[in-house]
């Protein structure tokens, strides 16, 4: 069910949960939000993107969890010269496919989208999986579609009767981002070591990103010396995420990108309400404390970093 992220709702102050934040200042350089999902916000596409414009948000990523959210985001970013695309299964959709409902969970981590509907799904067993990823396959070769994600491995809510299918669906975008030479967005929840052992043995693209990221300092000097983007999301700003403020201070500063993850991870002090590419400069601007360096610098390495990884 989409949040309420494109509009203020009756009553709306600070204390309104459901309200969306406001508009902070605008950002003197221009910054991409590099995962989003504009589908899952409320108000038009045209409504976010002019927001987000507002504030100097000036590109956005938008993200594929599922064959009808992928086909989604590659629509809209041919009609939008400031929308990319990205497109795969989530890890959690993988096993919903070939199983119907793995590790006893029906919950959804997320709202909206074919694949976090509540309930299980009938199981297709694998030839589904691999009808799904020939369409995914499909819709990566379209060159407004940038990305191949999306994808990767998620401990979190699948159980161990998923996860096999969540690796051989990680093992086919990897191929797939390969094969069309695009970015390889990547979903890294409670799988750390199996997320970068696959990468090694696959052979990683030239561009991935870890999206959302979520591993410690160590973790992002292994991301380093292999080359892979770090993407940063609004709980950076959270208190109990220090490990997160540690990765980000050592990270090489043309491997760091920001995202929203809108509607999800709305930055301090909002965090509970919508999220949306509009706040981008509130995790912007966090983010330049931590490293030390003034937020124009910051900025600057982000957009150049943005437009590298995904190759607009």
């Not at 590099?34 to 987000?52: F, N, P, W, Y």
């Not at 509130?282 to 900025?299: Q, S, Y």
Request: with cysteine; net charge negative.
């Amino acid at each position: 069910m989409p949040s309420n992220a494109g509009h203020r709702s009756k009553g709306d102050d600070k204390n309104d949960k459901n309200a969306a934040p406001p508009l902070p200042a605008p950002l003197a350089v221009p910054v991409a939000d590099s995962h989003t999902h504009l589908d899952m916000q409320s108000g038009t596409v045209e409504e976010g993107l002019a927001k987000a414009a507002s504030v100097g948000v000036t590109t956005v990523v938008q993200v594929g969890c599922d064959l009808k959210g992928s086909r989604w985001a590659a629509e809209t970013a041919a009609a939008h010269d400031s929308v990319h695309a990205a497109v795969a299964l989530h890890p959690n959709e993988a096993p919903r496919i070939v199983h119907g409902d793995p590790g006893g969970t029906a919950q959804p981590p997320r709202a909206g989208g074919g694949w976090s509907r509540q309930g299980a799904r009938e199981a297709g067993g694998d030839a589904a999986l691999d009808e799904a990823l020939a369409e995914i396959d499909r819709l990566a070769a379209l060159p407004h579609v940038k990305g191949v994600g999306e994808t990767g491995l998620d401990y979190f809510r699948t159980g161990p009767e998923g996860k096999a299918a969540q690796e051989r669906s990680f093992r086919a975008h990897i191929e797939i981002a390969k094969r069309h030479g695009k970015a390889l967005v990547i979903h890294d929840r409670d799988a750390h070591a199996d997320v970068l052992r696959i990468l090694k043995e696959e052979g990683a693209p030239e561009r991935t990103v870890f999206h959302c990221y979520s591993g410690d300092a160590e973790m992002a000097g292994i991301c380093a010396r292999e080359g892979y983007f770090m993407s940063f999301a609004g709980n950076v700003t959270f208190k109990n995420a220090q490990n997160l403020r540690d990765a980000l201070a050592v990270a090489p500063l043309e491997l760091v990108l920001v995202e929203t993850d809108a509607p999800f991870l709305t930055p301090a002090p909002y965090r509970g309400r919508p999220n949306a590419p509009y706040l981008v400069p509130v995790t912007v601007r966090a983010m330049a404390a931590v490293r030390g360096i003034g937020e124009d610098a910051l900025a600057t390495a982000l957009a150049t970093n943005t437009a590298r990884a995904f190759d607009y």
